[in-house]
C-alpha cells in the first residue's frame, strides 16, 4: 500500500462543489401540478388567488427497507403540512402507479410510506406528491431496490464517519457551514452515481462538538437538526438506495448518558433515519432499530450498536476505565452468536461503529476504541473475533479511525472505509496503524454468489485499495 497521505483539515469549496441543483431532482416527473425537486424553491405558490404556502420538502426522501419485499419513504416537509402528502409506487419500468396512499407521521413534520408485499430483488419507482392547493403537485420521483434473493449479483456503498453538525436547514439549502457539509455533499453525487442497492453509514452519522467533548446534545431538537442536515447533504443519493444507519460516539446515545438524554436522540433517529426493527427482517434484530440483521442476495449483514450498552465513559480526554469495558451487552451479544449461527449465506459482513475493544497508537486512543484489527483479541471483541472466525465472517467493517486501512486477522478482514465528512483524521501514532490513506471516501463492495470486490474510493475518484474475496 502506497505511503499515508495527510490532507490537513482546510475547508474547501470544490470547482462546482457537487452543489447545483442539489435538491432539485433531474429525474421528476411533475405529475399533474409541476414539480419543483426535492425542497424546491422558495416562495409561496399562489393558487387560484390563495396565498397557501408551496410544500417543500428537506432534501429527498429517504428510502429504508423495514422487512423483505418492502420498501420505505420517508419525507420531511420543511414548508407545508406533511399530511397532505401522498405517495405512489410502480415496479421500474412500468407504466401505472399503485393508488396514492396516506404517509404515517412519526413527527409531525415527517410522511413515511411502507409499501409492502412487493416482489424480492425488484426496483421500484416512489412518487412523493402534495395535495396542498387542490392540484397536486408532484416533489420528488426516486427508486429503491428490495432486498434480494440469493444468486443475484449487486452493489453497496459504506460511508463513515460524516460528522454533520446540527443546524436549521430550509428546502432547497445547499449551503456550507463547514468541512463536514462541504464533503458530503461534495461525495453525495458519486455515491448516488454508484447505483447501488443500499447504502450503510458506519456511525458518527452527527456532530455535536459545539457542546463538548462526547457531551450528549442538551435535547431532542439538535438530534434532530443533524439529522435533516444530514439528509440535506446526502443529497439525491438517499432518494434512491436503501439506507442503513449505525449508532456512533458522536450520535446522543452514547451509554454512559442519562436513560433520558439516549432516549431523546434515539428517538430522533427512529423519526428521520429509520431502520430495520425486531419485527421486519427474519433476523430480527433490537426494538429500537440500533442492531439488526438481514439478508440481502448472498450476503449475510449485521449491524451492531458498540456505544449505548458501554455504561463507562470511554472517552481521549478522560482517563477513566479499560478498553476491556466495552460492550455489546448480554443480549445484543446473544442475538449476534445466534444470528451467525442460523445463517448459511455464502458471505456475512458485521457492520459497527469501532471494535468491542481498542488497541491503539497510544493508551487514550486505545481506550477510546481505536485500532480495528489491533484490537481483535482485546476484551469482548476477542470473543465477537472468535465468533466470526467460527461462523465465517469474511469483513468486520467499522469506522471511527476516519482513514482508510484493512488488515486481516485470522482470515477475517478488518476494513476502515475512511471517513466522508470528518476533518479529522487520524494518524498512526493515535491509531497504531501502518499502512493507510487519510482522503476522506467511501467504500463500494460488489458482491455476487462467487465474489465480493471491496474497493476503497477517495474523495479525488480513484480506487486507493481494494480486496477480492472468493
Ligand atoms: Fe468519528
Not at 162 to 191: K, M, N, Q
Not at 456 to 465: A, D, E, I, R, T
Request: charged letters at 20%.
Amino acid at each position: 500500500m502506497a505511503p499515508a497521505r495527510w490532507l490537513p483539515p482546510v475547508f474547501v469549496l470544490m470547482a462546482g462543489g457537487g452543489l447545483t441543483g442539489a435538491c432539485r431532482d433531474p429525474g421528476l416527473t411533475t405529475g399533474s401540478g409541476g414539480g419543483s425537486g426535492a425542497g424546491g424553491s422558495a416562495g409561496a405558490q399562489g393558487v387560484g388567488g390563495t396565498t397557501e404556502p408551496e410544500t417543500a420538502l428537506i432534501g429527498a426522501p429517504l428510502v429504508f427497507a423495514p422487512a423483505r419485499g418492502a420498501l420505505g419513504v420517508s419525507a420531511v416537509v420543511g414548508r407545508g403540512l406533511a399530511a397532505d402528502l401522498v405517495a405512489s409506487i410502480r415496479e421500474e419500468g412500468t407504466d401505472t402507479w399503485s393508488t396514492d396512499t396516506v404517509p404515517t407521521h412519526p413527527a409531525d413534520d415527517v410522511a413515511e410510506w411502507r409499501f409492502t408485499d412487493l416482489a424480492e430483488g425488484t426496483r421500484y419507482e416512489y412518487r412523493v406528491v402534495a395535495n396542498d392547493a387542490g392540484e397536486p403537485t408532484a416533489l420528488y420521483q426516486g427508486t429503491g431496490t428490495t432486498a434480494r434473493p440469493p444468486g443475484e449479483p449487486f452493489e453497496f456503498v459504506i460511508l463513515s464517519d460524516t460528522h454533520i453538525p446540527p443546524r436549521e436547514v430550509l428546502p432547497g439549502d445547499v449551503s456550507i457551514e463547514d468541512y463536514a457539509e462541504d464533503i458530503l455533499l461534495s461525495l453525495a453525487d458519486p455515491i448516488r452515481n454508484e447505483e447501488a442497492d443500499f447504502l450503510i453509514n458506519l456511525g458518527d452519522t452527527l456532530d455535536f462538538h459545539l457542546f463538548g467533548f462526547n457531551d450528549p446534545p442538551p435535547d431532542g431538537s439538535y438530534t434532530r437538526q443533524g439529522y435533516l442536515n444530514y439528509r440535506r447533504c446526502m443529497k439525491d443519493s438517499i432518494g434512491h438506495a436503501v439506507h442503513f444507519p449505525v449508532v456512533g460516539n458522536w450520535d446522543g446515545e452514547n451509554g454512559y448518558y442519562t436513560a433520558d438524554q439516549i432516549a431523546y436522540s434515539r428517538e430522533q433517529r427512529m423519526r428521520y433515519v429509520p431502520a430495520p426493527d425486531d419485527q421486519g427482517f427474519p433476523e430480527g434484530g433490537s426494538p429500537n432499530q440500533d442492531y439488526y440483521a438481514l439478508t440481502w442476495g448472498d450476503a449475510l449483514l449485521v449491524v451492531l450498536n458498540v456505544m449505548s450498552y458501554t455504561e463507562v465513559p470511554l472517552l481521549l480526554d478522560y482517563p477513566m476505565g479499560v478498553p476491556e469495558d466495552w460492550t455489546l451487552g448480554p443480549e445484543q451479544l446473544a442475538w449476534l452468536e445466534t444470528t451467525l449461527a442460523d445463517s448459511s449465506a455464502r458471505w456475512k459482513f458485521l457492520f459497527i461503529h469501532h471494535a468491542v475493544g481498542g488497541a491503539a497508537g497510544d493508551y487514550a486512543n486505545t481506550i477510546y476504541g481505536r485500532g480495528g484489527g489491533l484490537a481483535a483479541n482485546v476484551g469482548e471483541q476477542a470473543y465477537v473475533h472468535d465468533l466470526m472466525v467460527t461462523h465465517g465472517v469474511q469483513t468486520f467493517f467499522y469506522g471511527h479511525d476516519h482513514v482508510f486501512t484493512d488488515m486481516v486477522v485470522d482470515g477475517v478482514h478488518y476494513s476502515l472505509p475512511g471517513s466522508a465528512g470528518a476533518p479529522w483524521k487520524f494518524l498512526g501514532v493515535e491509531t497504531g496503524y501502518t499502512d493507510y490513506f487519510t482522503d476522506s471516501g467511501y467504500a463500494r463492495v460488489e458482491v455476487s454468489p462467487d465474489s465480493v470486490s471491496v474497493q476503497y474510493v477517495s474523495y479525488y475518484g480513484y480506487v486507493l485499495q481494494s480486496y477480492v474475496l472468493e
